[in-house]
Structures are given as structure tokens and as C-alpha cells.
């Protein structure tokens, strides 16, 4: 448990009339518990007060673990029998009614909060994420170090991507040389890698068994996670006979992240940072083929504010820790992403990631050599 | 897009008066249109009218893998910038309100219950997960056949965790080697796999690197996926000098396994078959120590649709296909469980797992030899 960080959601909650936050398993209940669980058909769902309090409804057979992983010790319980209803009207009969009630939308079930709001009579319900995310965004000391040593190691498996490049060895043999390398460190990927060779004109491309073919453009986007903490990285390699066009959007995209990360600083809104990089892409006549966001937080979750999107008026704090993630997709042709993860100091970015950004021609080898 | 499922649900939908069933990324997408995604910041729901048709509102850069993967070309997309609830509108303005809707409460997220009630006015939410698990639960041949070969791979992946089994080998280190097996025949394990000594009397008990010792009662509980479709076995070994205790609950356990897989057949209700367990392992006096449901439902999830458990007036059919598994958790002792995969037919029940279910005393080994 958390104490500080629920105190702070605690006095978050009274400054917005908020009775108290409904939290299911989710990456904001392990800031706030340190409890690590998954939602299952069983309801398992924590309510942080307004006074500082903190109760859960979970199933019977489960108290012992959400005990000992949560610290939490005032627990409702109900058994397979009686279903989960049972341990919400418990709940109920001990904090009565809750008026305002904050939710994550993103991260709540429709399923529990109906059950809330037969058993405690919701009246209103609020958005939980952006005033959790006023905490979670700006990263502690410690977090922002596991996050370190979490770009660190997808940087080491970047270097494993490139070193199994070659002509005929399939995205997937790629992509599971990264993940032993990482597994035998004692880590584990944050998220299925990508690495995607034919079709990379689209962003999120999944890893195939094709193999690799000269004049490819592969596009290598990995995470790696320590301690719940996650890193994401993207490089880009063309193999063989790189195309004149492959290698002119090479040099775009490797300029517009080159900008935007040095256009990271302090107070500065986060859609800044998205216009450098898209202004650079545009200038260059590829507006239209840069089809997202320049990027997005990143933390307990690969994807979490802030978001660096287009007209966000977010500004940019020491500890915000984000993606910058320019890429330029040509159908038919191929695509081309460079992504870092930095963390905004008080002096400008620090990029975790460090691996060498520049788009590389790759000799061919066959993958027998 | 699999027409005949999507045209059952959209008569079911009529029948109860509803406007239309908006589904997320989920196991019930899967079953409806095949697509296989996950859920992610940025909404993605499709939408199932009672007239038959299906749109859905996308990010903008993800249409052309929503088209491909779903075959649903109506859609109403987002971009970056404009944020979901553009796409949802545009919706609206092609569908009109929706007065009654159905989302799967256990699936669907506050997130797009509100972009909908926003956009579209509905006046009603209702729990599509009763009505759409009446179509799941009673498996295709096709299904089954997927069924069976995810139970023969689990059965496989047992047999590699028993020949692992030696003194001073940690758990984490044995859910590898059943995980590589898997891997290296195209498979992949559909859970994290349980192995564990020591804490056995925690039903839910996760792997950890604790080397096993003698005495240990070793409960190995894990599952594989074939194209979407899982596993679920658990078996249990006694390390050497196995305490008559233990021995005693696994003869229990085996003959409640064996007398509620007997109990099995059409127009039983799922209640009697938690019953037959739980009766024979009361009557044994370990009741109290039978702490969760005898079994669950199983198919594109782990835990679905019918549920094994006490009061269940549902009617097994032909081709539902559920876990048995009564266990007895000793706390401070050990716990035992044995878990098999079992489809409905004309006829009783066919364990799709058939690696032997006898609790088995393993002679100790050191792990170098």
C-alpha cells in the first residue's frame, strides 16, 4: 500500500466533492496498492474514500491474497455461491451511500458499476483517470529510474533485432530472439513486439512468419518491463537495396524526432511538440502519411498521458516520461518509425533510450551464414 | 465476419426488443466477426443491429486492419486529434438513437457505455453477455475439434512439468520447460501457468522461484491456446516422503473428480454436478476446505459460460464444454486439485484431458542428476 499516493488521491477526491474512487485491477490500483492481479469474471474491485479510507469486495476464496498483496485489510467477500452482489450489498451496508462516485473509465468495467449503483445507490459518476493521472504522470525518483533500466534493456534487445537480420529468417524468429534475450536477463516484454517487414505501411503491423526480403524496410517495435515499469522503442533497418524514397523518409523521420525531442521542455504544451515533429514531416511533403500521434506516456502502462497529440494544451512537467514516435507510412512502398522515450527534466529531455536512431542499410547475409 | 453467429444474435436481439448489441475487443468479437484485437486507449466497438448489420467506430489509422480482420466495412472513424467521440457521433448520425442497448457488462468498459449514452441517447443498458453465451456456450464440431487439440497440447505440457519434477528445480523453471514444449510444437499456453509447492492452500497461488522440496505437494495448473480456443488442467505430485494427509485428500479429490465427470449428461443442471464434488469430499470431512466452485465453462476463455457451481439451475446441452476440478487446500499442509476439460455429448461426458489423475508420488531426484 501506498500511503502518500492514496493520501493524495484522498484529498484529490475532497477538493472535487468526490465521495470516493471505485478501483478495479489496473495499472492505477497498483500505484496506489502495489497489488498486481488481473480482472477476472469475479468482481474484485477496491473504494478509496474521500477520508482516506480504503475497502474491497472480492471473492471469498481470494482474501488472502488481496490481504497480503494489498495491505488492504477491510475486505467484503462473497463466495461462488452467493455471487458477487452479496459482497457489494456488504459493502453497502458500511459506507452507505456514495452521491458522487470517481471511476476510470478506461480501465471500469460496465459490471461493476452497475453493481455500485444498485448497492450504493450512485447517483453521479465521474471520471477517475484525469485526476489520477495528475499523480501518475509526474514520475518519483524511483519510478523514473526503473523506467531507465527498462529503455536499457530494450535497448539491448534492439541490438539483438539487428544482429538476427537477415535474408530469409522470418518477423517471428526476429522477434523471439529479442524475448529470450530479455527472459534470460530476468525480464519480460512489455507488449507483442513488432517487427514488420512487407507491411509496414501499417502502424501497428503484426509480427508474421514471412521472411525477410531485400529491400525491405523492417520496422522493430519493442517494450521491455521492470518492476511494472515499461520502455517502448522503435528503429527502423532497410535490407539490401534500400529504395531512394525508403531512405529520403528515413532522413525525415530522423530529423522530426531529433526536433521534438529537443523541443521538450518545462511548460511547454504537449501539441508543441507534436507540431515540430509534424511541420518537419510536412515541410517535407509527407503530411499525409504521418497518420498518428507523435506519441504517448508511458509508465505502469505503454500507453498513458500525456498524450503528445495535436492541439493538447498539457503542459509538460519534470517527470512526465513520454514517447516521441514520428513515422512516415507509404503504401505499397513501406514505412519508416524512430522512437525514443524520454523524460522531461529540468533543463529540457532526457532520452532513456539511446540506441543509435539513424535508419540503417543492412547488409544481406542468409540466415544460414 | 461468421454470418450465421451474427444473424442468431441479431434474432435474439429482436426477440427482446432490443435496438442493437455494441460489442468491444473481446472473446465475444472473436466469436462474431473473428477479429482478434485487443483493447487499447483508443475505442474501438463494433455494433450489432437487430435489423442484421454491423458498423463500427475506429481510430482513423486502424481502418484498413478493422476491414480486413472483421470484414465490416462500415465504419466510422476518429482521428488523433479530433478524439473518440467524433466517431461517435458520426455514428449517431448514421443510426439514429438507440433506446435499448445490450454490452456485455463483463466485457465492456464505462469508457464507450458513455461515448454511446452521449452520442446515441440510450435510454436502456442490458447485460448482452446472458444472451450472447447462449450462442457460445454450445460449441460447434469445428470448436470442439480446436478444443480437443488444445486439451491433447496440455495433456503433453503435463507430462513435460512431471519428467520435470526434481528436488531443488523452482517452480518458475518447470512452468518454463512445459511453456518452451508448447512453444516449440506452434502453441502457446492460454494463462500463466500455475506451479506450485508450498503455498498450496491458496487456490490461486502463483509460480514462484522457490526450489521444491521434499514433502511438497506440487499443484501444476495450465492451459493452451489453438486458434483462440483453451486448455485448463491442473494435476497435483507428491515430492517423496508424502505425508498420509496429503495422500488421504488426494484419493478424495480423485474420486470427486471421477463421481462429478460420471454425473455429467444432457438436462443435468450445472448445480448438481458442484454437488456431487462437493458431497464427496463433505462427506470425507474436508467441505470446508473445498473453498471455490467445481468448475467453469471453457472456449475462446478460460472462464466462461456454464459455470459448475452450487444453486445452478442451468441445463447442460450437447457440446458445452467446462472444467472439473474439486480441490482441498490444507492451509499449512498442502492442497490438492485435479482438473479436467470435459464436453457434453448425447451420451455423458468426454474428458477432452486425459493425462492420468491419480495424485502420483514422485521419487526424489536431484535436479543435476
Redesign the interface.
Known sequence: MHTNRIETLAANLRGRNICAAAVLPSAGLFYLTGMATYL??RPLLFVFTAAGGVLAVCP???A??VRRDSGVHNLFTYT??ESAGAGFERLARHIGEINLLA?E???????E??LLENSCGVKQ?TDLRPILSLQRMRKEPAEINKLQQAAQMADAAMAVVEQNLALGITEVQIAEAAENFVKARGGRMSFVSIIAGERTA???ASTSTRPLRAGDAVVADLGCLVDGYTSDITRTFLLGDASAELLQIGAVVFEANRLAREAVGVDVEAGHIDAVARSCISLAGYGEFF???TGHGLGLEV??EP?I???SLEKLQVGHTFTIEPGIYLPGIGGVRIEDDVCVTATGALSLTTYPRAVKVVKLLCSTD
Open positions: 477476472s469474471e471469498a476464496f481470494e488472502e491474497r461462488d455461491e471511476m473509465f478506461q480501465a471500469a468495467r460496465v459490471l458499476y452497475k459518476l501499417l502502424p501497428h497518420t498518428h500521434r500507453h498513458e498524450y497529440v495535436g492541439g
